[in-house]
Nanobody, 124 residues
């Protein structure tokens, strides 16, 4: 069983930055691929960013490229999402997810475990 706990979401002005954190339980965190997804009000959950088990490969949604950076610290069992140049359309609940196979994917169907989410609100 893997438990994921997100933190760092809050209200921020457009153009600002936030760093989200996701802490994971489990002794084999370093073998998981991790990802961030988000769900805006009235919309389906969508892919944001993913990182493979080594941290050597990252994947980004077009909306995140150039503004968001996903990283991981396997010693701390934590994955991060640094978000810069935030826009009102980034307002959403952000979820982290774990893929125990380690490779990473853009598809939420590949992720076995999910956190409860953290709210990010970007004001204009």
């Amino acid at each position: 069983q893997v438990q994921l706990v997100e933190s760092g979401g809050r209200l921020v002005q457009a153009g600002g930055s936030l760093r989200l954190s996701c802490s994971a339980s489990g002794r084999t965190f370093s073998s998981y691929a991790m990802a961030w997804f988000r769900q805006a009000p009235g919309k389906e959950r969508e892919f944001g960013a993913a990182i493979n088990w080594t941290g050597g490969r990252t994947y980004y949604a077009d909306s995140a490229k150039g503004r968001f950076t996903i990283s991981r610290d396997n010693a701390k069992n934590t994955v991060y999402l640094q978000m810069n140049s935030l826009k009102p359309e980034d307002t959403a609940v952000y979820y982290c997810a774990a893929d125990l196979r380690g490779h990473g994917s853009l598809s939420q169907d590949e992720y076995e475990y999910w956190g409860q989410g953290t709210q990010v609100t970007v004001s204009s």
